[in-house]
């Protein structure tokens, strides 16, 4: 399939890795954070990490919308869908990540709240208008790249002077997120947590294009390289993070040229600041509150939102002690520290966000990684 097989090659990826192989410098330890569940999903489905030296240890990041949501905003979200007129639309991975006391929008589905999946905000769009007796409440989760299609939706919805959609908006900031990680006490304390370089996100890239990276590529020093979903994408930024750190460079740049520029994109950029503007701090799973990382509806747009129209409290909610999901959105922890890990904790059962979508680090290495565990530790011992 053009585009997919020729980034696929397994002739091409072993050519990467012996240039990897060739670059690096054995003295020393390469640590690169992938932001996206993306990347995180397509290391483990290639083994990706197989094909890289020892000294080159890939971290996983925060950049998967359904695990950083925290819990409660789950909790407020099952919280307006037992309320007897209002029908809550999601997508079909929210409704299994666990709230509060075990609950989720599965179980409230199950005890008879109107929860229904969508793939899309025009979905919701059209039950509001096909219901116009419910109140139809769109549940908006994701960073940059599924914030313009919320903002058409509700540009659509007030053209249309529906009177009975809203969204829950959780919408959130990439390169808030990236800062938050850097500023961070784990990462700052460099015994603990080092990061040499990111791999930068691909679809959210495309939005907000290369530009914003700038600023804490050059202030923290750490080289970004936004790349491809693609194995032989992800392979390729590993060898120009490689190089930079090498070279003492620390620049953001980018391969993913077939769909990303310095600018990206206007016209979703200008749909997202007609609807939305930045709140002062929004609360993270794993990262606590970050300062002006979360989108909320601008005043002229405040009859659809849903925590002002149905006067929605912030609720604060306890994660699962046991679960080690904060400490994995974070870097600090591999899916295999956690106890829980393919005991109680399946995709079948998760007991934490990570374990739920397939973009989340629990998740992918459940499916992919799990496999070449015993081949790592018999080679490593
Ligand atoms: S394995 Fe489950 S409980 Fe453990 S960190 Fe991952 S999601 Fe949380």
């Given amino acids: 399939m053009k585009y997919v097989d020729e980034y696929r ?6 050519s990467i890795a012996t240039s990897i192989a060739c670059s690096i410098d054995h003295e020393r330890e390469y640590r690169f954070m992938e932001f996206c569940g993306g990347h995180t999903h397509a290391i483990s489905r290639y083994g990706i990490e197989d094909l890289l030296p020892a000294n ?3 971290i996983h990041g925060p950049g998967c919308p359904v695990c950083v949501l925290p819990i409660g905003r789950i909790d407020m979200a099952i919280e307006l869908a037992r309320r007897p007129d209002i029908t809550l639309c999601v997508y079909g991975d929210l409704m299994r990540v666990p709230g509060s006391h075990g609950t989720s929008l599965l179980r409230a589905k199950a005890a008879g709240a109107d929860v229904r999946m969508v793939y899309s905000t025009l979905d919701a769009l059209r039950i509001a208008e096909a219901e116009p007796d419910r109140e139809v409440v769109f549940f908006a989760i994701g960073f940059e790249t599924t914030t313009p299609p919320t903002a058409i939706a509700i540009r659509l919805a007030a053209g249309k002077q529906l009177k009975n959609f809203s969204i829950f ?3 959130v900031l990439t390169p808030s997120a990236i800062q938050n990680i850097l500023e961070s006490p784990d990462v700052r304390a460099l015994d603990c947590v080092r990061i040499d370089g990111f791999i930068g996100p691909a679809h959210v890239s495309t939005v907000i294009g290369t530009e914003p990276y700038e600023f804490f590529a050059e202030e923290f020093e750490k080289p970004v390289v936004v790349a491809g979903f693609e194995p032989l994408d992800v392979m390729q930024a590993i060898l120009m993070l ?4 090498n070279e003492g460079r620390h620049e953001v740049e980018n391969q993913y040229i077939r769909a990303v520029n310095r600018k990206g994109n206007p ?15 929004f609360e993270w799973r794993g990262l606590g509150l970050v300062p002006y990382s979360g989108l909320r509806l601008r005043k002229t747009y405040a009859a659809f939102d849903a925590e002002r129209r149905f006067a929605l409290e ?18 600090v922890k591999k899916p295999t520290d956690c106890k829980l890990f393919g005991t ?11 374990m739920v979508s397939a973009e989340g680090a629990c998740a992918a290495h459940w499916t992919y990684g799990r496999f070449r565990d015993h081949v790592r530790r018999r080679a490593a011992s």
Avoid: W, Y
Wanted: net charge positive.
């Fill in 169 to 171: 908006c959780n919408h």
């Fill in 314 to 331: 912030t609720v604060v909610g306890r994660d699962n002690p046991a679960c080690e999901c904060g400490a994995i959105l974070r870097g």
């Fill in 344 to 354: 109680v904790c399946t995709p079948e059962t998760p007991m934490g966000s990570c």
């Fill in 56 to 58: 080159v240890r890939m």
């Fill in 9 to 14: 090659d397994g002739r091409i990826a072993r």
């Fill in 242 to 245: 490689v190089r930079q750190v």
């Fill in 267 to 281: 016209r979703a950029k200008a749909e997202v600041s007609e609807v939305f503007e930045l709140r002062e701090s």
